[in-house]
């Protein structure tokens, strides 16, 4: 049997035959739960209605599917996600990045410093929020210092305004998402090779024009893999806008993770709750494509 014995004489072949069980198992494991999910959302499968057997319910086709894009409430959600996504991720990259380009130098008390711009990270979401609450609460820190520095009492209830209570969230989810800016591209920084910016100095550039011609180009992969992780990462928001303001005032700081979870959790819309999480994943993938697509022309250029 040539064939067969080529498996293991052959290297590729040989490597392919290593990992086939490793993708067996996982493409099994990942197809029977994709599977479950897509046929639940093609039924109106809710347990207060079909005595919580999911293969009692009727089969309506992709039903649900119009109902998702036609709510209101999840489309908003979806737009409002984007939204602190746009906000929030050039913010923390701009600040990290500062941070990191910042701290990369030597100077007295670096530890020390590095140590609290890495701190917030360490924080559990949850107890962020929470603290985050307490400062925007109209007797909190934040009101406080208004007062002090008005000189008279302030009493914003940045809580139940729309506007305010969004940038509360922001703030907390800029705060918190920092860090992660400034470990990537302070590791980035500092694995720079020393000649090409030595020799531009060398040759009389300013720092400001090393800097733009090269360092920036050499930072293009580490700057594109920290924008799109923390991109995919803030599109699942949910311990801040839970913790601060429960999705309110009304739904005007929801976003996608928390309608879910109401439509899930709370009304039991099981079937709708599922095509709205195929809606999402399928549209996370499409955007993962292209948002990955500079990185793979990167490396193909080496």
């Given at each position: 049997m040539p064939g067969f014995r080529d498996w293991?004489?052959?290297?590729?072949?040989f490597k392919t035959l290593l990992i086939l069980p490793v993708q067996i198992v996982m493409n099994f494991t990942a197809i029977i739960p994709f599977?479950?999910?897509?046929?639940?959302?093609?039924?109106?499968?809710?347990?207060?209605?079909?005595?919580?057997?999911?293969?009692?319910?009727?089969?309506?086709?992709?039903?649900?599917?119009?109902?998702?894009?036609?709510?209101?409430?999840?489309?908003?959600?979806?737009?409002?996600?984007l939204l602190i996504s746009a906000i929030c991720v050039p913010t923390e990259f701009l600040l990290g990045f500062?941070?990191?380009?910042?701290?990369?130098?030597?100077?007295?008390?670096k530890r020390f410093f590095t140590?609290?711009?890495?701190?917030?990270?360490?924080?559990?979401?949850?107890?962020?929020?929470?603290?985050?609450?307490l400062m925007f609460i109209e007797t909190g820190p934040v009101n406080g210092l208004l007062s002090i520095i008005s000189g008279h009492k302030v009493m914003i209830p940045f809580m139940n305004d729309?506007?305010?209570?969004?940038?509360?969230?922001?703030?907390?989810?800029?705060?918190?998402?920092?860090?992660?800016?400034?470990?990537?591209m302070t590791a980035a920084l500092l694995g720079l090779p020393p000649e090409p910016i030595?020799?531009?100095?060398?040759?009389?550039?300013?720092?400001?024009?090393?800097?733009?011609?090269?360092?920036?180009p050499m930072l293009?992969?580490?700057?594109?893999?920290?924008?799109?992780?923390?991109?995919?990462?803030?599109?699942?928001?949910?311990d801040y806008p839970y913790m601060m303001t429960r999705g309110g005032p009304g739904y005007a700081t929801q976003t996608i993770t928390m309608n879910l979870y109401e439509s899930g959790f709370k009304y039991l819309k099981y079937g709708l709750t599922n095509a709205q999480c195929l809606?999402?994943?399928?549209?996370?993938i499409i955007v993962a494509w292209y948002a990955v697509k500079p990185l793979r022309a990167a490396q193909r250029g080496g």
């Open positions: 293991f004489r052959v290297p590729e072949k599977a479950l999910v897509w046929y639940i959302g093609m039924t109106n499968w809710s347990p207060q209605f079909v005595g919580g057997d999911w293969w009692r319910a009727d089969f309506i086709g992709p039903y649900n599917f119009v109902l998702a894009v036609r709510d209101e409430l999840f489309l908003n959600a979806i737009a409002r996600t500062t941070l990191a380009y910042v701290l990369s130098g030597n100077f007295v008390g140590l609290v711009a890495v701190v917030p990270m360490m924080v559990v979401p949850a107890a962020g929020g929470w603290i985050f609450y729309p506007f305010w209570a969004m940038i509360a969230i922001m703030l907390a989810d800029i705060w918190q998402w920092t860090p992660f800016i400034f470990l990537i030595n020799a531009a100095y060398v040759l009389g550039a300013t720092k400001w024009y090393t800097f733009r011609r090269v360092v920036l293009k992969r580490p700057i594109m893999i920290a924008v799109i992780l923390r991109a995919i990462e803030s599109l699942k928001i949910f809606i999402i994943f399928i549209a996370c």
